[in-house]
């Protein structure tokens, strides 16, 4: 359970000199001497952006305009369905599958009927007997 903080306004007064970018950002920095980059990290954290952020609100002032990044849209859920058995995630497949053929079926018993007299024609003889 949470409980509503009430901030100083010895708090908000650490925004006496507004933040700039490279106090509420990582930065990218280059170093010319190894020739390589690295990420500064911002010198204000998120957490204690959000606290001060709060300060303003309840003391009236607008935090953008004292660098403060504008708040950021929650982000929407990701759905992924549950794995499963193998015979649930084919189901469909299967289904479809068993549709296909039953629509063949026709041509398919008279491919094999045709197949089946070739047979017993092959297995008569000839003799008269």
Not at 14 to 40: C, G, H, I, M
Not at 42 to 64: E, I, M, T, Y
């Amino acid at each position: 359970m949470s409980t509503h903080r009430l901030f100083t306004s010895k708090f908000v007064s650490r925004l006496a000199r507004p933040l700039t970018e490279a106090d509420v950002q990582p930065q990218l920095v280059y170093n010319e001497a190894k020739q390589k980059s690295f990420w500064r990290p911002p010198r204000v954290s998120r957490r204690v952006q959000n606290d001060l952020r709060k300060a303003c609100l309840q003391h009236g002032v607008d935090p953008v305009a004292y660098g403060l990044p504008p708040v950021a849209a929650p982000k929407p859920l990701k759905y992924k369905p549950n794995k499963l058995e193998k015979h649930e995630r084919m189901r469909a497949e299967r289904q479809e599958n068993i549709q296909k053929n039953l629509q063949k079926m026709p041509q398919t018993i008279q491919a094999w009927k045709e197949d089946k007299l070739k047979e017993l024609a092959k297995q008569k003889s000839s003799l008269p007997i």
